[in-house]
């Protein structure tokens, strides 16, 4: 079974993909690192030098070439910026619907995303909302607490047969 996390940046996905991966013992992959491997580059590094439009033809790429294990993905939060990586993404996809407020919280701490760099929050999510909708299985709360959310995913996956 694969499953992805999807959202916005700054909802929480590499955190809930991470603690998901350990319940399930299945295998985690932070999309946008093995991007990094495989490019010999960072993320902004990517934007800066070659646009937007590269690092999608990469993600899509990368999604290609993911394994069809057990694994959790964390995606980067434009994976839903181009149509056909909702087909690449085989298996279940969980969107995590997260309070701008409780997003501009956790980004005070974080790295700045490049995105964040030349849009605000509020039209990146405007962009992509309906698209998070689009491409989920499954639409998951996560202004609160990691444990919840991860349990909210399990019993969902649990009531749907997922496992």
Known sequence: MRIFIIGMPGSGKT????????????TYIDLDGWIERDSLMFVDEIFERYGEEKFRTLETKTLKELPKDNIVV??????VIKKEN??????IK????????????????????PLLKTKSLEALFDERYLKYQDFA?????????????VKVILNYMKNEEYK
């Open 15 to 26: 955190t809930i993909a991470r603690h998901l991966a350990t319940a399930l013992n299945y």
């Open 74 to 79: 964390a995606t980067g939060g434009g994976i």
């Open 86 to 91: 909702k087909e690449l993404m085989e298996g």
């Open 94 to 113: 969980f969107f995590l619907d997260t309070d701008l407020d409780v997003i501009r919280k956790r980004l005070e701490t974080d790295y700045q995303r």
């Open 137 to 149: 299985d499954a639409v998951v709360n996560n202004n609160y607490d990691i444990d919840q959310t």
